[in-house]
């Protein structure tokens, strides 16, 4: 361990990034439905950003560097693994409070619905989906943590937001009798 790693700015910075890991055990679960993985993945991006953190230039990115490390770790393991996660194995956690319980059941089954409609899109998509749409990051936030064009984010956030429409329209139509709005 470095001097600047005990003192100083990169004391504050180790910090920030060992807070940062619920954030990237979230990010992962999200993009591989897969807890035990979600973990690894979380765990060895904290770890090679603890060993890169004098490389980070501008200490207001850290949330889209360390994305960005947690990406190349989900795509270094899908290159050594070459397995695809079974999305029929992955158990649904839902924890939600609702008045009674029907209410619970009907929102816990549309939260099912939403996760599995994200869990069908590519991976591509559903990096790009939960990156701009839960994370909030920007398009080039986006684009830099997935090193891809700007564009490419844009077609493929597009393309996902209109699957998971054509797949969870009819299912807001039947159950709350209303149409989907646009959030973006």
């Known amino acids: 361990m470095g001097f600047e790693l005990l003192f100083g700015r990169g004391h504050a910075l180790r910090g920030e990034i060992e807070r940062s890991r619920d954030l990237l055990r979230r990010m992962a679960y999200a993009w591989c439905h897969d807890a035990a993985l979600a973990d690894d ?6 770890e090679k950003a603890l060993r890169a953190s004098g490389q980070l230039r501008d200490p207001a990115r850290l949330k889209a560097w360390l994305l960005q490390i947690l990406a190349n770790c989900l795509r270094d393991h899908h290159r050594e693994s070459r397995d695809f996660v079974d999305l029929d194995s992955v158990a649904e956690l839902v924890a939600d409070e609702g008045d009674s319980p029907e209410e619970k059941r009907a929102s816990a089954e549309l939260v099912g619905r939403v996760r599995r409609a994200v869990a069908a899109l590519p991976l591509g998509q559903r990096q790009v989906v939960t990156l701009v749409d839960l994370e ?17 984010v844009m077609s493929r956030l597009c393309r996902a937001r209109q699957a998971l429409k054509a797949v969870l329209e009819p299912v807001a139509q039947e159950s709350l009798g209303t149409r989907l709005r646009s959030v973006k």
């Open 41 to 46: 993945l979380a765990q060895l991006a904290v």
């Open 136 to 152: 909030e990051c920007s398009y080039s936030e986006a684009a830099e943590i997935l090193a891809i064009p700007v564009g490419t």
